[in-house]
């Protein structure tokens, strides 16, 4: 965990930027803007107290006037009040949409680029868990902007009303005199001192009783983000698991998942209630206080009834603002633990970024040239341990050829991963072709929306050829589905793994790529099936370079040499 120190200099640098963007203008005239509102809102503060006082020396002498003269005063304050909280209300929401949508802007763009989110959950380092970067990004983004703005401008308007009012109470005190045996010592403003003690007993207590909430609080988020992911990841697999019977172990595992929240739940509950404990003996007792050490210089006719209500106001609204970090310690700890999650997933993505960009020796470098071949260079495949999986290679792959890749699956996966840039780890280097490189995986992934849209992803479905769709499904054996084509539907699980490995060949054809990874594309087809899949692949696409991973024994003819790795 970050020191405070530490934590708040990594908030300024991740916050700072949005306060220089694009829209600066705007935002810094909305932010000046809120402190004037807040200026405002102290201003009316003062005001009811100086209304209360006259008020109640109203009551005091009898005077129908008087009271009538603040009935019309408090109508004003009442008008004014509502007009600065409302107008105060939507530009601090505006603000903190503003915020929270550049923030996500910025993550979202740095995370879904280049295979950053597949690489970011390689990297492996315990002191700043990365995990469940969605949620991160959905939930912790939205707590850390928004609280953020709330607890600055309780802050502000604390520190504002703790000025306003010190000057006030500091004058409604007078002077006491102490008589200490012989001597008498005069005290100024002595309800100033009584407020400011009061007030830091108050804080040192209350922070020691509520330490505990930000761990509990940050492993609740934690939980309750790994228990969300657990019932997706169930949901888009379930035909997966219906097919095995897995229902009672998923069962288990998500009351497990649950378990944990349980247990979180618990601990931030104890955490809390130590803190509630602490604050509503508080609040009693700062209403009674001020009204209490105040009443003997009323009933001794120092002060008047007006001068007594107003001194207890005081009192209790500079106790607030001294008790800022009691009364927001719960949200200071949940905001906390968001910034910090946050923090880590920018740090996992700006480690990976400079990882990339500073061409570690431990990691492929790869090159673009504009020679028609692939280019092996001593390159060499490292697990994250770092142990070697694939020895160094130097080959070159030329345009057109056809190449069967064999030995190890998840190796032959590596090796293609490093090809394309999604597995850094390891040695040599890689010259590519001038033209993209497709990869075909095991299951393609096809988003909710219209099935045309799905085949066409990722490009839009103006930029494809209907008509060639509509051939290509014919001729890959999908012709049921033209039917479909515009039916909106959550694909990845209510077509077949067979039909998704068709359509992945579909998006292939329609693509007409000239270098091409085929990994297992078409192992849930039976050997027929494969086989007639690579002929149809080869006659479509003739000059197409293609390396293939393949259990089938029977497509070693298609291929001109063989790799293993």
Not at 196 to 202: D, E, K, L, Q, V
Not at 244 to 256: D, F, I, Y
Request: aromatic fraction near 10%; hydrophobic fraction near 45%.
């Amino acid at each position: 965990m970050l020191t405070q120190k530490g934590f708040l200099l990594e908030f300024f640098k991740l916050a700072s930027p949005f306060w220089h963007s694009e829209e600066k203008t705007k935002i810094r005239q909305l932010t000046l803007f809120l402190f004037v509102l807040t200026i405002f809102q102290i201003v009316i503060a003062v005001v009811i107290t100086e209304w209360s006082a006259d008020l109640f020396n109203a009551l005091e002498n009898r005077s129908m006037s008087g009271v009538l003269t603040q009935i019309g005063l408090i109508i004003l304050i009442f008008v004014a009040n509502i007009g600065v909280t409302v107008t105060h209300f939507n530009i601090k929401r505006t603000l903190q949409l503003d915020w929270r949508n550049w923030l996500t802007s910025r993550l979202i763009a740095q995370w879904m680029t280049e295979g950053r989110h597949y690489l970011v959950t390689h990297i492996q380092n315990p002191e700043s868990a990365h995990d469940n970067p969605d949620g991160r990004i959905a939930e912790d983004v939205r707590i850390a902007t928004e609280s953020a703005i709330d607890l600055t401008h309780s802050l502000i308007f604390c520190l504002l009303l703790l000025i306003s009012f010190t000057k006030i109470l500091w004058t409604l005190s007078g002077k006491i005199t102490l008589h200490l045996g012989v001597v008498e010592v005069p005290v100024y403003g002595h309800l100033v001192w009584l407020a400011m003690s009061y007030a830091a007993a108050a804080s040192v207590i209350g922070w020691w009783i509520g330490r505990p909430l930000t761990d509990a609080t940050n492993y609740r988020q934690n939980v309750e983000a790994n228990f969300r992911f657990g019932l997706v990841n169930a949901r888009e697999n379930s035909l997966a698991i219906a097919l095995v019977h897995g229902e009672k172990t998923e069962q288990h595992r998500c009351q497990h998942l649950f378990g944990d929240i349980i247990t979180a739940w618990k601990s931030q509950t104890q955490a809390t209630s130590h803190i509630l404990m602490f604050t509503s003996g508080h609040s009693v007792l700062l209403m009674a206080f001020p009204i209490l050490v105040s009443s003997p210089r009323f009933v001794l006719g120092s002060i008047s009834l007006g001068g007594l209500m107003q001194s207890a106001q005081a009192f209790q609204q500079m106790a607030m603002a001294l008790s800022w970090p009691v009364d927001n310690m719960a949200k200071i700890a949940e905001w906390r633990a968001s910034v910090e999650r946050v923090l880590s997933l920018v740090s996992a993505l700006d480690k990976l970024e400079g990882e990339i960009e500073k061409r570690d020796p431990h990691h492929v470098r790869r090159t673009k040239t504009n020679a028609p071949f692939l280019w092996l260079r001593d390159l060499a495949i490292m697990r994250l341990d770092g142990m070697v999986c694939v020895e160094k290679m130097d080959m070159k792959i030329k345009a057109g050829e056809r190449i069967l890749v064999t030995g190890n699956a998840f190796t032959g996966s590596k090796f293609f991963k490093a090809i394309i840039g999604f597995w850094p780890w390891g040695e040599g280097e890689i010259e590519l072709p001038p033209d993209d490189i497709v990869f075909v995986p095991p299951r393609p992934y096809l988003p909710m929306g219209t099935l045309r849209a799905a085949i066409c992803y990722p490009l839009t479905v103006e930029e494809m050829n209907q008509v060639e769709l509509e051939e290509k499904l014919s001729k890959v054996g999908l012709s049921e589905l033209l039917k479909n084509l515009d039916t909106e539907d959550d694909w990845y699980l209510s077509l077949s793994r067979e039909q998704q490995q068709r359509l992945g060949a579909v998006r292939l054809l329609l693509q007409h790529p000239k270098w091409i990874l085929l990994q297992q594309a078409f192992d849930s087809l039976d050997s027929t099936d494969e086989l007639e899949m690579l002929r149809l692949i080869c006659r479509e696409l003739p000059e197409a370079t293609i390396l293939t991973i393949t259990h089938e024994s029977r497509a070693t003819g298609f291929f001109d040499r063989k790799i293993t790795v």
